[in-house]
Structures are given as C-alpha cells and as structure tokens.
C-alpha cells in the first residue's frame, strides 16, 4: 500500500477503502493510533505471536494505562511503537499513527505518520524516536551504560536532537536533572551510573527522555524494581512533569494500584491482544471482560475480613507455542461458552461510551 | 589515576627483580663456574687462556664469594649494559642479541597489531549478525586458525608462495638487505616482508579474540543500556560502538599483557621455519649449546616485556573501564 504524499489533516470520508482507514484520517485529537498491531517472533520451535492484533488510541496529555500478566505483550507492544523490536522480532501487520508536532513547533496539530512503514534506523524514525516519543522501562540498575557518565548520556541525546553546543547540552542537562529532583546536579552529571541509587538513576532516566520534550513518553514497568517509597516519589514525578509539560503518558504495568493512581485510560491486554479498553473508572467500577474481573478480584483489600481468600485467577497464561485456539482466555473464563469461545475469534466492540471489549458476551 | 598506574609500576619493578633472579639462577644452572666452562671452550678452540686473565673475569664475576654478592656484581654489570659473553658466538651478548631484539619486537607488535586491527571488526561483525553467513565463516575460519599449528600454516604459505609464485616469502630481508646498514630502503623492505610472518603469528591470537569478542558482546547486546541507547533515536552503528563495544573491549584489553610474550615465545618454530632474524630461534640455540648468558638474557628479556606488556593492558584497562579507575582510589 503507497501512503498518500500529502498527508491531509481533516478526515476524507471518501477516501475509506479496503476496510483499513487511509493513514490520513486519525481523529483531530488522537495522538496515537494502534491498530490491529502484530509483532511476531520466529523461533525455531515455532512462531511466537507476543503482538497480535493489538489496538488503542491514546490522547494528548493523557495516560493510557497497560496492564497484563508478564508475557502478555506489553512491553514488545511499547518496543514495536519506538521500532527497536529485537531481531527476530517483526512487525508484520498493523499501523501504528503517530502525530508528530507542527515543523516549526508552533500550535498547529502537525501532521501524522504510520510509524510501522518508517525504516526502524531511518532518518525519519531516528528523528521522532528520543525526540517526540521518549522510554523509560524498569531495569534502573543497568538502564545506563556502565562505563560512560550520566551526563555523557544525557547530553547524547540533547545534542542529537536539538542544535546546541557541548555546553549548552551540559546546562540543559544539569537543569533536567535539577528539575527531576537530583540533588547537586553539577556533581552528579559527572558520575557513573553505579554510583547513584536505583531511585537516583530512574529520575536521571526520567530526565534523559524528557531532555527533548516528547509529545509521548512511554514508560515501561517504571516503578517494578523500585522500593515502595521510592516508586510513590517516582510516580508523583512523572505526574508533575506531565502537567507542566503536558505530555501523553503510555504506563505500561503489571500493577493496578499503579494504574489507579495514574491513568486516564486503561487497556488490559491478554496474550497479545487488548481485550478491553475503557476510561479508568469504568475499568474499576464497571469492568466487563472475565478477564478484567478476575484481575480485579485477584487484588488484596485493606478492608477485607481477615482470613478472606483472594481469588486468584484459574490456570495460568499458556505457553506461547501452545495458544488456545478461538478466544485466547477462553481455556480460563469462568464465562467460557462451549462451541464458540474455543472456535471464534472475538474482536473489540463499544459496549459504552470509550469502552470496547473483546468477548462474546457482549456481541 | 596516577596513584593507580604508580602503584602498578611499583609491581612492576619488583616482578622485574623476580624475574631478573629467575635468570641468574639459570645462568648458574650448569655444573662448574663460568670461567671454568669459558677456559674448556677457549681450550677446545686452541686458545689458551692465560691465568691473570682468568683472575681477572673470577674478580669480574665475583666468582667464589657468596651467591648474593655474584648476583649482585652480575645486575651492576647489567645496569651498565654489559650482559656477559656468550660463549658459542664468542662475542658480547648484547652485540648477538642486538638487532635481533628489535626486530623480534618489531615482528610481535606487528603480529598484535595485525591481530587487533583484525579480530575487533570481525568480532563485532560476528556478534551484531549471529548465525549469518558471515558469522559461521568468521568461525570456521577462526577454528581452523585455533587447530593448524602456526609452523604448519607457515610451511604451507612457504611452499604455496613459492609453487604459485616463485617467491621465498621467509626471511625478514631480501638477500641484498640482510646485513645492509639501516636505512629507508631497508626499512621499506622490512615492512614489505612483515605482513606474512606477523599473519602467521597472529592468527591463532587472532581466532581466540574473534571469540572472546564475539561471547562478550552478545552478553553486552541483550544488556538494557543497549536498548537506552537505541531509544535516543542514535544511529545502529554508533549505538554498537559506543556502548556495547566500549564494555565488551574490557576483557579483550586484558589479554594484551599475555599475548605479547605468547607471540614471542610462540615464535621460535615459526622464525626457524620462516627463518626470521628474531630470538626465539636464538633461545633454541643457546639452551642446547648451554650458553648460559644468552639463554638467561634473553629470558630476563622476554620477562621484562611480559611486564611491560602487562602493564600497558593495564593502563588500557584503566582508560576503557572509569569503574576500575574507581574501585582504585
């Protein structure tokens, strides 16, 4: 398929064909578009399908929640959006909608791309990805190289993305690490990353994908390996500086508290797929899929009767050569419905206002 | 930093003495003192010693004081460039080792070199595209290298030079060159016939660092600074070389200080066959005849680069790795 030359900013009704929206046509507010995303990785014993068929829209200065098991996709899902999916791994189906910002960073809405068509070391994606769409993901202890400085870093990607000098970069750094809550940046630009706590080093990284205001920041498990107070300290963090920046925020995470506290939106994704999307309080409050439930009761209370059991969910995820034919939760699904769940494919459908599930239930 | 390669070069001098007492206690190994032997060898030449000559090299030597005083009287002499005489060649050591030493160091560095400027891309090509066709070539190649006795390749590159050639590829020198003075021309023809031997060196050294690169920088590749990096938006390349390259060089820095006397003492079969004007065939020679001060110069010599070997891979290390730098001070 050759994307139009032109990209035109309104919607053209008349140009939908194929049953796949032409590229052009993302919503005036949409920042992100993922649609019907599929990451596979060839392996000898077979194929793993860690993305399939996965779709979500994010706004600006927004924060979509995505949370699943380990193992559900999530993380490949954030690298198939940034293009540095690991060899084997491609992407071999699916659009991924970006809307970079107006060329001469100005208030207009900019025009948008299709990340997936882009070449994954090309200029065009080399430009946006550190620039407009930034990550930071859980490992703080080894997220940094070992031997060069944090400011060597940080000032890398300054001065690739933006037209400073050398000194210039320096300032901007130690004042990124100032605003991140790094006490005597001057010192710490100069030291290595061993020699700063876990909680010290994810704000360092914090300050290095925000050292070029993206539009997007990914952030993949960011508090995991953090203490408790630590990651509150992270998140409050990243909450601040969304506000002042204004950025979107794609939170990706295994836990709910952590999306409680900071998401607009929710997608929870099940073996490579989102099976429901909806604004947070309908994902607490009014959850549909059987999936989102059980997630919801598998949490401990505080207000629980002592000696309560949690319900865990029944079986555990299948192993990624092995998928379950029909719909992948089905072999799990306190709903199940035999004769269709373990035959059909569901596909995400509104059931209400900004909220789609994947489940027959509902069709 | 400086405290650091101080207190290296403080090991240094002492592994130096060790060694320096290693070589003395070699020259002392045979029966009899060394005028003794010096007078049986005159003798066998149909020279006579006379005997206030003999006194004087007893006194020289000390000979018949005690041992600390004899090593004692040998380091001065050392120290003011006198080696000793070496008895089979009947001159001063220093006068048969001479240019032999400098071109023995000549050929190592240029077999390092060669092994080095080699082994880095290869390696980190082999890495970066594992399992391609590049990969599985470098690694036959590689074990090929590892299993083919060098004197062997060099016996075969003797002969293939000179069937499909007509060449003599041995030497250091064309015949005209051999005992020429210095000079460009002859510096020109040096360099003309260094690549093949130092190859031949080499390439067991070499076959080894493609596989220590190749296993530490698929070890670096997976780490997450990797993906950090590539998150910036940097280039594929400059992604490989300034992270994962820069962290996998550590090990493979370390093994300059080994591989440098591994070249030289590996050599001797190779320079005989190849017949190189180095030491090692020298060494070969000088145990068999017991000429004791060759054979202990030559190894106090080959000691003493494997020190400073040592100690540049340790300034190297240094200078690649700030983390060493800090656990120092």
Known sequence: MIAPAEPALEADHTMVDVGREPVTSLPRETL???????????????????????????????????????????????????????????????????????????????????????????????????????????????????????GNQIIEAIRLHQPVDRRGARDKTIEMLRRVGVSSPEQRVDQLSNQLSGGLRQRAMIAMALSCQPTLLIADEPTTALDVTTQTQILELMRQLQQEDGMAIMLITHDLGVIAEMATDVAVMYLGRVVE?????????????????????SIPRIRSRSRERLTPIAGSVPHPYDRPTGCPFHPRCADFMAGKCDRLEPSLRPVGDQHAVSCFLYE | ???????????????????????????????????????????????????????????????????????????KLIAQGDFGMSMEWRRPVTEVIGERLWLTVVVSVAALILTWALALPIGVYSAVRQYSVGDYLATFVGFIGLAVPNFL??????????????AHIGGLFSPEFNDAPWSWARVWDLLKHLPIPALILGLAGMAQQIRIMRANLLDELRKPYVVTARSKGLPEPRVITKYPVRVALNPFASTIGYTLPYIVSGSIIVSLVLGLPTVGPLLLKALIAQDMFLAGTIVLLLGVMTVIGTLVSDVLLVWIDPRIRLEET
């Open chain 2, 1 to 75: 930093m400086l405290t650091f390669i101080g207190r290296r070069v403080v090991l240094a001098i002492f592994t130096v003495w060790a060694i320096s007492v290693l070589a003395f206690a070699i020259i002392q190994l045979p029966p009899g003192d060394y005028v003794t032997s010096y007078i049986a060898q005159m003798a066998t030449m149909g020279s006579v010693v006379t005997d206030e000559e003999a006194q004087n090299l007893r006194i020289q030597y000390g000979l018949g004081r005690p041992i600390y005083v004899q090593y004692y009287k040998w380091v």
């Open chain 1, 32 to 150: 992100l578009s993922v649609r019907n995303l599929k990451t596979y990785f060839p392996q000898d014993e077979g194929l793993v399908k860690a993305v399939d068929g996965v779709s979500f829209d994010l706004y600006p200065g927004a924060t979509l929640g995505i949370v699943g098991e380990s193992g559900c996709g999530k993380s490949v899902t954030a690298r198939s959006i940034l293009r540095i999916v690991d060899r084997p791994g491609r992407i071999v189906d699916g659009e991924i909608r970006f809307r970079r910002p107006a060329a001469d960073g100005g208030t207009g809405t900019g025009h948008v791309v299709d990340l997936v068509k882009l070449a994954p070391d090309g200029s065009e994606m080399r430009s946006i990805r550190g620039a407009e769409i930034a990550l930071i993901f859980q490992e703080p202890m080894s997220s940094f190289s070992p031997v060069h400085t944090v």
């Open chain 1, 277 to 297: 999307q909806a604004p947070v309080d309908a994902i607490f409050h009014n959850p549909r899929h059987p999936y989102t439930r059980a997630l919801l009761r």
């Open chain 2, 153 to 166: 390749l060099a016996l075969v590159l003797l002969y293939l030079g000179f069937v499909l050639f007509n």
